[in-house]
């Protein structure tokens, strides 16, 4: 399990499998964070396993899907407001981890200099150079 933190309460990864769930828990994680649709490649566990394996250790589980390449401002703020909710440490997965530190990037933006965000991402392995600033932030 590769985990890249983003922040001292949020850090993403790669496709988890229930397995990798119980190793999240016992890292301090309380919330997991689930950014990839079901069915997107073969052999990928659907949600409803990792909720239970979520469910298994402890966490609490959000699934919420989102299209590489399509994310919205709306998905954005919902994974604001999922990380809000948090009464601990986060860990969110998709294919790569970029969804995730996309969604926490453009979730962030309004709150930390763009520029600051970018480099917060750069440094746990993910450009968004290429991810327009959101309107109306820093």
């Known amino acids: 399990m590769d985990l890249r933190r983003l922040t001292p309460q ?9 397995s990798d769930v119980r190793a999240a828990a016992a890292a ?6 689930c ?17 239970q394996a979520a469910a298994a250790a402890g966490m609490r589980f959000v699934f919420q899907p989102v299209i590489s390449g399509r994310i919205t401002p709306e998905q954005a703020r919902a994974f604001g407001d999922a990380l809000a ?17 996309t969604l926490w990037a ?9 520029a600051e965000v970018i480099e917060t991402a750069a440094a746990a392995g993910f450009d968004l150079r290429g991810l327009p600033q959101p309107t109306g932030r820093n």
């Open 10 to 18: 949020l850090a993403v990864a790669a496709q988890l499998v229930p």
């Open 28 to 33: 301090g994680y309380t919330t997991l964070i």
């Open 35 to 51: 950014n990839r649709p079901d069915g997107e490649q073969p052999g990928q566990p659907d949600h409803e396993a990792m909720a």
């Open 85 to 101: 909710q948090a009464d601990g440490p986060v860990l969110a997965y998709c294919r790569s981890g970029t969804r995730c530190a």
């Open 106 to 114: 453009m979730s962030r933006g309004a709150e930390r200099p763009w």
